[in-house]
């Protein structure tokens, strides 16, 4: 048990539709990171919150958008979906902006 | 363009064998780690290297980090089926981290 925490496990919806992924960090981290997984793409770095800030984007989409709250816990909003976004979606958090990331269990999205 | 690579992405062998898995970049890290993941879970930290020419040891897993601190190996000594998974490479540069894309190994009975 990493100590990250992700909510939901598993998230099935149609296109179209809007969803909020969950996540809070190991206590005491400051950052948080998304990440997206599909069958035929390695992980894709998303986005990284340090402390309540965007710290560093990568490929998100603009219909996806994400925020880190004061007490640290983040979400990941996927909006417009598309049957491409199905995927598994990770986060990570670490002490601060650049350590070593300890991964949640994942939210497994998909859309039918 | 990935700025880690990892060689090779696939790599069956049997039970009882050494292998070698490598990640490389022209880039420098500050500190690289490695990862291994299983189907449908997240990722799990094996190891931090931060010095040049640094090697470390992990039961039967040997990682070494580059003298100029842009490349990295994983060794695994006879390797066994609970080893099966993905193993990734990651590390941070300048204001951003990477990761590898994968190797993904699957150790045989």
């Known amino acids: 048990d990493s100590g990250v925490t992700q909510t939901p496990k598993h998230l099935i919806t149609a296109t179209g539709q809007r969803v909020t992924l969950r996540c809070s960090p190991r206590?005491?981290?400051?950052?948080v990171y998304w990440y997206q997984q599909s069958l035929d793409q390695g992980l894709q770095f998303l986005i990284q919150y340090y402390n309540g800030e965007e710290r560093a984007k990568g490929n998100i989409l603009e219909r996806f958008s994400a925020q880190q709250f004061p007490d640290l816990h983040s979400e990941l909003n996927l909006s417009s979906l598309e049957l491409g976004d199905s995927a598994l979606y990770f986060c990570?958090?670490?002490?601060?902006?650049?350590?070593?990331?300890?991964f949640g269990p994942g939210t497994r999205l998909t859309v039918l | 363009t990935q700025l880690l690579e990892q060689s090779p992405q696939f790599l069956s062998i049997q039970e009882g064998e050494n292998l070698t898995v490598y990640c490389n970049s022209s880039?420098?890290?500050?500190?690289l780690q490695w990862y291994r993941q299983e189907p449908g879970e997240g990722p799990v930290l094996l190891v931090t290297v931060v010095t040049g020419g640094e090697v470390k040891k992990l039961k039967r897993l040997t990682f070494q980090f580059g003298d100029a601190r842009k490349d990295s190996s994983l060794h695994i000594t006879a390797a066994q089926p609970g080893d099966t998974g993905l193993y990734l490479c990651a590390g941070h540069t300048g204001n951003q981290f990477y990761f590898g894309t994968g190797t993904s190994l699957t150790v045989i009975p």
């Open positions: 880039s420098v890290f500050s500190s």
């Open positions: 206590s005491g981290d400051l950052s």
């Open positions: 990570a958090s670490s002490r601060d902006h650049i350590n070593e990331q300890f």
